[in-house]
């Protein structure tokens, strides 16, 4: 009855080096330098730049990052509903985590997990697809594979 | 199906003839793009793709007037060099920044129609409130010449004008939009020409002034004839439709009119564009059809008309002994339906 109702974010950080955002350059070797700590600091950040402490106060409690990818730069974050809408301003807002400029993307908002995770496995085979066609290498293939396996796994393992 | 109507592109123009003569015509210099421009751009339109813009207005600025000796309109050669992209429509804008010296003319007049043909959208900025009714009454009215898009300074201090609910009705009614740049939402960069002409500001008060200004808009005009693009310079300030529908939905925009500004008003705009090649915004092309007993070569002669037309008359006047084959069959075909009747 009173049950508390949450807003999943799926979202992608596009990194932009030098002035051009960098769209399917794979990242794969050396792994991006984010991770879902320090995403969460700057989204505070952003929270209390934007919105105020009291801002901050309607969505803090309820704000988690839930997963993050390195590869394919996907971050799912979980907010109470109410309030999603400060929280995903406060993203779209957010410019600069640890000194590198990304673009936010929110591909996907969703009231439950499993289409979240549907939405995520789905734009997880997009991103490789893409690698793989910019690769244009058939020797890519096995690392993608098990790194697909490995991601649905994760995803599929998350819990409320 | 999303739209970014105001992706700025600046070129600076080298003349050949730098003689101050005025009154000589200047050579058409067309624009030349260097390739590193192009691939830039290229990949700003791939980056706006992928965050799922399927429209993109191509813009070019220019201060106070346009003159046509020395204008050039950079656009067009820009777009041949594009790759062609299915699915995706280039359209071409061009943005006249007004200030208190362009109160007496501007060159958005008769004489330049063609010049202004070569763009499917045009906007306004104005500076003072001057321009401000000019651009809403005089402006607005269906032409060749119709400027459909009021772009308002967001990022300034002060806004430098006070919006009258009754001229931004008035623009409405003609069919103007009124549009919202979100690039002043993340203190971004703005057209170098623009920040140069003192419309627009960069940086942290640049944030709170648009806010400012962008709420007092969204107010006045409840809504309604809103529309919502880029004017972003650096790629990192790019963002996808949705996000920015969540932004103006902050700004006391319900859920729908957002969703509507960023959807369905820009589309009737560039649709209502296109009607300035017409005459006096009427969409179709008039076709006389013919009845089939006219002649079908040219206009009927005057005799035909007064034959036909005068149907009745031939009934009721008996001294007309030579008639036409086809009127006395239409008499006939009168009487039938009568006799069945009965």
């Known amino acids: 009855m009173v049950r508390f109702k949450n807003r999943w974010l799926l979202v992608e950080f596009i990194p932009v080096l030098q002035g051009h955002a960098q769209l399917g350059k794979s990242t794969f070797g050396n792994g991006s330098l984010l ?36 590869t394919t ?88 | 199906m999303f739209f970014d109507l105001n992706v700025p592109i600046k070129k600076t123009q080298q003349r050949a003839n730098a003689s101050k003569k005025g009154k000589q015509p200047q050579q058409e210099i067309p624009a030349s793009w260097t ?54 429509v280039f359209l071409k804008r061009l943005n006249i920044v007004l200030d208190s010296e362009s109160e007496k003319g501007f060159g958005l007049i008769n004489a330049n129609v063609a010049l202004f043909n070569g763009y499917d959208l045009i906007a306004l900025v104005p500076t003072t409130h001057n321009t401000l009714s000019l651009a809403c009454l005089t402006h607005s009215m269906p032409t060749p010449l119709t400027a459909h898009i009021i772009s308002l300074p967001l990022t300034l201090p002060r806004l430098p004008y006070h919006l009258k ?44 002034n648009w806010w400012a200004s962008t709420r007092e808009l969204v107010r006045v005009t409840k809504g309604k004839g809103l529309i919502v693009s880029g004017g972003v310079i650096a790629e990192a300030d790019l963002r996808s439709p949705r996000d920015i529908g969540n932004i103006i939905s902050l700004l006391g925009l319900s859920q729908d009119a957002a969703h509507d500004a960023l959807t369905k008003t820009p589309k009737s705009l560039i649709i209502r564009a296109e009607t300035r090649k017409t005459y006096r915004a009427v969409l179709s092309e008039p ?24 149907l009745k008359r031939a009934r009721e006047d008996n001294s007309l002994t030579v008639l036409p084959p086809s009127t006395s069959a239409a008499k006939k075909k009168k009487r039938k339906p009568n006799k069945e009747v009965a």
């Open chain 1, 35 to 70: 991770d879902g700590k320090a995403i969460w600091a700057s989204l505070k950040q952003s929270v209390l730049t934007n919105f105020g402490d009291t801002g901050w106060g309607a969505v803090g409690l309820s704000l988690t990052v839930k997963y993050f990818s390195p």
């Open chain 1, 73 to 160: 730069n996907i971050c799912i974050i979980r907010v109470a509903r109410d309030q999603h809408n400060v929280a995903w301003g406060a993203l779209t807002l957010l410019s600069i985590i640890d000194g590198v400029r990304y673009i936010p993307n929110v591909v996907h908002v969703s009231g439950t997990i499993k289409h979240a995770q549907l939405s995520a496995i789905s734009h997880n085979r997009e991103v490789i697809a893409r690698y793989r066609a910019l690769a244009k290498n058939s020797d890519y293939d096995d690392i993608y594979d098990t790194y697909l396996d490995n991601s649905e796994r994760e995803i599929e393992s998350l819990q409320d």
């Open chain 2, 35 to 88: 390739p590193s421009e192009i691939s830039d751009l290229e990949s700003r339109i791939d980056l706006l793709i992928h965050l799922g813009y399927s429209v993109i207005g191509l813009s070019q600025t220019v201060h106070k007037k346009v003159d046509p000796k020395t204008h050039v309109n950079v656009l067009d050669s820009l777009l041949g060099r594009l790759q062609t992209r299915p699915g995706i």
């Open chain 2, 165 to 208: 609910h009754t001229l931004i009705r008035t623009a409405l009614k003609n069919g103007a939009v009124f549009e919202i740049n979100y690039v002043g939402a993340l203190g971004g960069e703005n057209d170098p020409v623009l920040v140069d002409a003192n419309v627009a500001e960069s940086g942290a008060s640049a944030k709170r």
């Open chain 2, 287 to 310: 076709k006389v059809v013919f009845p089939p007993h006219m002649e079908p070569m040219g206009l009927p002669t005057p005799q035909d008309t007064t034959e036909v037309n005068t």
